[in-house]
């Protein structure tokens, strides 16, 4: 396979060896992507204690970043939040976030619809409450 990996320059770098996406033919696979800045390790909408746990966190602030970080990698890699087919969903609280984070979702996905599953996992590699896995054409 031809090397398509695709580092955005505005997303947040990602916390292991992998690019933010690749792209196979016409479809782009996003890497899983979180709320992070790029060139910080701050979280938004998350305060954390002296040893890196979570004191508090605001999931809509957090599932505006992540929607963010996805729509740069794909204007990054040539395609658009227009373009997506597919959005997997990782929580680490679905019975307190599900609710806010459906909300936002259907603001930020109000015109282009696509399939999503949306599952709630015991904890993601930093501490973060939401993570998104995309794909998308080109």
């Not at 729509?71 to 959005?87: H, P, R, T």
């Not at 603001?107 to 904890?123: L, S």
Request: hydrophobic residues 35%; contains cysteine.
């Amino acid at each position: 396979m031809s090397d398509d990996r695709i580092d955005s320059s505005k997303a947040p770098e990602p916390v292991g060896a992998y690019p933010h996406a690749r792209r196979v033919g016409n479809l782009l696979f996003l890497s899983g992507v979180g709320p992070r800045q790029r060139g910080t390790k701050k979280i938004p909408g998350v305060d954390l204690d002296e040893n890196g746990n979570i004191i508090s966190y605001d999931i809509e602030v957090q599932c505006n970043a992540v929607f963010q970080n996805i729509k740069y990698i794909l204007e990054d890699a040539g395609s658009s939040w227009e373009q997506m087919v597919d959005v997997q969903v990782f929580l680490t609280n679905m019975k307190d976030d599900f609710a806010t984070y459906n909300r936002v979702y259907a603001e930020w996905f109000k015109d282009n619809q696509p399939c999503r599953t949306t599952v709630e996992i015991n904890c993601l590699p930093t501490p973060i409450a939401i993570e998104l896995k995309v794909i998308a054409t080109v």
